[in-house]
């Protein structure tokens, strides 16, 4: 008998009522876009803290305009308000904290070999089982609020993407060969993205950055850059306190990135 996975918002504001993330959490039948209805509650004032979850969103987003595939029932599409004392060019700097938990994380509780890929995709096997999409309001020199975006393919059948996407995304069923309780995965990764905040604002960057390098799929290998102005191909060589690929060249030179899609030469 199939029994169906739901989601209970009081099961999880009572999970996590101690912890900074998830004491207040909204879980949505449907939104447009998790990160949208994010937005609109920290306009409104919700507090840093405040998860914003949906089981379908009807225009899930992904980084350069893309569409997050967000199939009802099966995933996560969650979205974090967050109040980081931050410039807004060091923004990056969530991101890298929220990638580290979740690869972390799914590495611990499932036994996975979760890597992430620069900028912030998360994978298994070089298959991506997740993305992040961070968005904020900001003045020149502080960041008001940002909304942190995860989408997780939990148990989705991939046979329900389009063609192209079927041979390079994977999910969380797929690489288990069985279904998994989403609650059992979703308190320890809202957890650990807690853990990961509260080490970041007592301990710098530093220490996020040492866990990113070690989870990292491509650093060391030859890759090759892709952005909408030009394709370039180098080594990744590391990654800067503020989130950049440093790329190097066989002339000696290095080049910093700041967005793109990477692939890794074989
Ligand atoms: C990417 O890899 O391109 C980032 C994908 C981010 C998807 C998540 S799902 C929850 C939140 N709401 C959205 O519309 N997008 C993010």
């Given at each position: ?17 101690s ?145 192209g ?26 957890k ?23 989870l ?48 890794v030469?074989?």
């Amino acid at each position: 008998m199939h029994v169906p996975d739901i989601l209970l918002s009081n099961e999880i504001e009572s999970a996590l009522k101690s912890e900074l993330i998830g004491k207040y959490v909204f879980l949505f039948d449907e939104v447009d876009s998790t990160n949208t209805k994010a937005r609109e509650l920290a306009e409104k004032g919700y507090d840093e803290g405040t998860v914003i979850m949906a089981e379908n969103q009807s225009k899930g987003r992904g980084r350069l305009g893309r569409v997050w595939v967000s199939p009802p029932g099966v995933n996560f599409y969650i979205s974090i308000i967050l109040k980081p004392e931050l410039v807004p060019a060091k923004a990056t700097r969530i991101t890298m904290l929220v990638a580290v938990a979740v690869a972390s994380v799914l590495r611990k509780t499932l036994s996975l070999p979760v890597t992430i890929r620069w900028p912030n995709d998360i994978l298994v096997r070089d298959r991506k089982l997740g993305g992040i999409l961070i968005e904020m309001d900001s003045e020149m020199d502080r960041v008001n609020y940002v909304v942190i975006g995860i989408g997780i393919n939990v148990n989705m059948d991939i046979s329900i993407l389009p063609d192209g996407l079927q041979k390079t995304a994977t999910s969380i069923k797929r690489e288990l060969g069985h279904e998994v309780k989403r609650i059992d995965i979703l308190i320890p990764l809202l957890k650990g993205i807690g853990y990961w905040y509260r080490v970041y604002k007592k301990d710098g960057i530093h220490p996020v950055l040492n866990e990113w390098i070690n989870l990292s799929s491509i650093l060391g290998k030859r890759i090759r850059l892709s952005t909408p102005k030009k394709v370039i191909e180098g080594k990744a060589e590391g990654i800067d306190e503020d989130g950049r690929l440093i790329i190097g060249f066989p002339d000696g030179s290095f080049e910093l990135a700041s967005s793109g899609d990477v692939t890794v030469i074989k």
